[in-house]
T-cell receptor
């Protein structure tokens, strides 16, 4: 079965410190991975994606993510956290339908990031 | 600018009533999705559509239906609302090789 895990419900980090939000996935073949962010009372907003190529992907608002095939991970990172980064973060993978990519996503349960001033 | 909008933003209804949540996108995307978001479960797929007249069941489709009569709209209907359907509902759309774009959500309370 295709799945996404985010092992931490909550991540707390001090402003100015680096942050990491973890994601591991289980999918056959090459994954097509995403990170989304959700601010209070808002829909999900796209941050970045990995399709192929460089394992380090850069996205919006200074975020980046590192794809590690051997560890089946796609951790989200930022060198210096801001209080405004406090939000709910979702990792997602595009589903596989046989040898093809489907149009659907499987989402992780989400990780709440709190950046403390 | 293209967008995806949901209405209403908030809805309170009684058990047993039929409820329809609207989703309208101006991206001209073929693919549209409905998710529900519940604490501890993240987002779960209810129904999806890959184009006009196409509808498919997702992970948690029982008690829900959708119809796709045009590209822009994918209304979600709760046939007979139940308290277990109290949730926040998100509509999304995506192109063939793009990320998904989400609406702002509808908070539904079934009393």
């Amino acid at each position: 079965a295709q799945s996404v895990a985010q092992p931490e419900d909550q991540v707390n980090v001090a402003e100015g410190n680096p942050l990491t939000v973890k994601c591991t996935y289980s999918v056959s073949g090459n994954p097509y991975l995403f990170w989304y962010v959700q601010y209070p009372n808002r829909g999900l907003q796209f941050l970045l994606k990995y399709i192929t190529g460089d394992n380090l992907v850069k996205g919006s608002y200074g975020f980046e993510a590192e794809f590690n095939k051997s560890q089946t991970s796609f951790h989200l990172k930022k060198p210096s956290a801001l209080v405004s980064d406090s939000a709910l973060y979702f990792c997602a993978v595009r589903v596989r339908e046989g040898d093809n990519y489907g149009q659907n996503f499987v989402f992780g349960p989400g990780t709440r990031l709190s950046v403390l001033p | 600018d293209a967008e995806i909008t949901q209405s209403p933003r908030h809805k309170i209804t009684e058990t047993g009533r039929q409820v329809t949540l609207a989703c309208h996108q101006t991206w001209n995307h073929n693919n549209m999705f409905w998710y529900r978001q519940d604490l501890g479960h993240g987002l779960r797929l209810i129904h999806y559509s890959y184009g006009v007249q196409d509808t498919n069941k997702g992970e948690v489709s029982d008690g829900y239906s959708v119809s796709r009569s045009n590209t822009e709209d994918l209304p979600l209907t709760l046939e007979s609302a139940a308290s277990s359907q109290t949730s926040v509902y998100f509509c999304a759309s995506r192109g063939q090789n793009t990320e998904a774009f989400f609406g702002q959500g509808t908070r539904l309370t079934v009393v």
